[in-house]
Nanobody
Framework: VQLQASGGGSVQAGGSLRLSCAAS????????MGWFRQAPGKEREFVAA????????RSTDSVEGRFTISRDNAKNTVYLQMNSLKPEDTAVYYC????????????????????WGQGTLVTVSS
């Protein structure tokens, strides 16, 4: 499995970006996909996740109402639409795939994810 994240860049506060993560693998439909981020000097933190077929999503409180995760199973791609960006959203964003999970799995937990993309930098200026 390989994950290729793209779409990062520099934007002013209040702006928008859409991150994409293209995945290889024939069973993408069955994976939980997540976005995490890591700001300089901070630990990696959960941003959002979407279960297979997109039936259920979850986002961390700090991005709720501003970020939307979605997936296109026909394209093996997961997206993170980021609106109303704030300087505190500045970080390297990573997509991740969890290929073995159950309905009770904690989708916010990094150990659930067994494949990670290379990261894409998002910089938000005030």
């Amino acid at each position: 499995v390989q994950l290729q994240a793209s779409g990062g860049g520099s934007v002013q506060a209040g702006g928008s970006l859409r991150l994409s993560c293209a995945a290889s693998g024939r069973t993408f439909n069955n994976w939980v996909m997540g976005w995490f981020r890591q700001a300089p000097g901070k630990e990696r933190e959960f941003v959002a996740a979407i279960r297979r077929f997109g039936a259920r999503t979850r986002s961390t409180d700090s991005v709720e109402g501003r970020f939307t995760i979605s997936r296109d199973n026909a394209k093996n791609t997961v997206y993170l639409q980021m609106n109303s960006l704030k300087p505190e959203d500045t970080a390297v964003y990573y997509c991740a795939a969890g290929t073995y999970y159950s309905g009770t799995s904690d989708v916010t937990s990094p150990p659930l994810y067994d494949y990670w993309g290379q990261g894409t930098l998002v910089t938000v200026s005030s």
